[in-house]
């Protein structure tokens, strides 16, 4: 929890990026390691976590997330070229 500083799940790496795979097992671990009692899940993620693997993951647990990445070329073009629609739980654009 942001607030608190707390966590639920940690792990010891040797630094270098986990892969995809790595990524959705951490992910997996996290949501067992919670209460039967969340009904909510929310994660920010930075692009470390950047991956389809990931987002598979995070839709396969009903998590809602946000997830922040670098703006490449490639990423760019699918933005500009996306269907898209406004959210109605904000006013963001």
């Given at each position: 929890?942001?607030e ?6 940690g ?5 270098d ?9 951490h992910?997996a671990?996290?949501?067992?390691a ?33 997830m922040?990445?670098?703006?490449i070329?490639?990423?760019?073009a ?16």
């Amino acid at each position: 929890m942001a607030e608190t500083r707390e966590y639920i799940w940690g792990e010891l790496r040797n630094g270098d990026r986990p892969d995809g795979k790595q990524i959705a097992r951490h992910l997996a671990a996290v949501v067992a390691a919670l209460p039967a009692c969340v009904q909510q899940i929310f994660a920010r993620v930075d692009s470390g976590f950047y991956c389809s693997d990931a987002v598979e993951a995070y839709e396969q647990a009903k998590m809602q997330f946000i997830m922040v990445a670098r703006k490449i070329s490639r990423l760019l073009a699918r933005l500009q070229s996306a269907d898209r629609k406004p959210s109605p739980k904000t006013d963001g654009r």
